[in-house]
């Protein structure tokens, strides 16, 4: 999945503005014509000048069905194919928000990996989440999901998806607390790799 970036958009109040990426499958006629929202896979909102974690786009609808949903999962698919490293995946968890299932009681759904370990389940996208029967979802990042997650349940992501992974409870916790200086380090390792070009969203409010 590669990011095509617009110039940040301004809502009609002028107080909020965003990093789209597209589906790399759509192209506009000319360069003025906006992007129909299903071909949005998500943004990054930016606030004066800071940009915040990638949120999933609930109407993206993949142009091509094999298509990753989001950068995660273009990560998660990398890896299972062995074109990429887990610090990879740690900086797409950093830059992302995702969504938990919900028991509906305020707990975390839990269930079985199809390795019979106890995980709560995350889904990267709306597509992943039309998977999963849940009485609710919530939206969190990388450090809420950390402070939900019990001791001895870990993370499956995106189940009966095309790259559904477990990982383990404490590989999100040591990714939660990596420090500014190992995420930069991470970045500037990654942003050429092969196969995935991985970009520091700061960088994108810059250009």
């Known amino acids: ?4 970036t ?3 958009r301004e809502d009609e109040r002028g107080q909020q503005t965003w990093i ?3 589906d790399p499958g759509w192209s506009p006629g000319d360069e003025n014509e906006p ?3 299903e071909a949005v896979v998500g943004l990054w909102p930016v606030n004066e000048g800071e940009v915040g974690k990638f949120q999933a786009n609930p109407q993206y609808v993949p142009m091509n069905e094999n298509s990753p949903t989001d950068p995660l999962d273009a990560a998660l698919r990398l890896v299972l194919r062995g074109s990429a490293g887990a610090d990879q995946i740690q900086l797409m968890l950093r830059d992302s928000t995702f969504d938990i299932a919900m028991n509906g009681d305020g ?3 839990i269930t079985k990996s199809p390795d019979d370990l106890p995980c709560v389940v995350v889904a990267t996208g709306e597509q992943h989440r039309r998977r999963v029967s849940s009485p609710q979802w919530r939206r969190i990042d990388l450090d809420e999901l950390v402070v ?13 998806g095309p790259a559904s992974v477990r990982l383990t409870g404490d590989f999100m ?4 607390m990596l420090t500014d200086e190992e995420v930069a380090d991470l970045h500037a390792r990654h942003r050429e790799s092969s196969g995935m070009r991985v970009v520091s969203p700061d960088s994108m409010a810059s250009e």
């Open 173 to 176: 916790r040591e990714t939660s």
């Open 1 to 4: 999945m590669e990011t095509v």
């Open 148 to 160: 939900l997650l019990a001791d001895g349940v870990d993370v499956l992501i995106n189940p009966a």
């Open 107 to 109: 707990r975390p759904l």
């Open 6 to 8: 617009d110039q940040p």
């Open 20 to 22: 789209l990426l597209m």
């Open 35 to 37: 992007p129909p929202i």
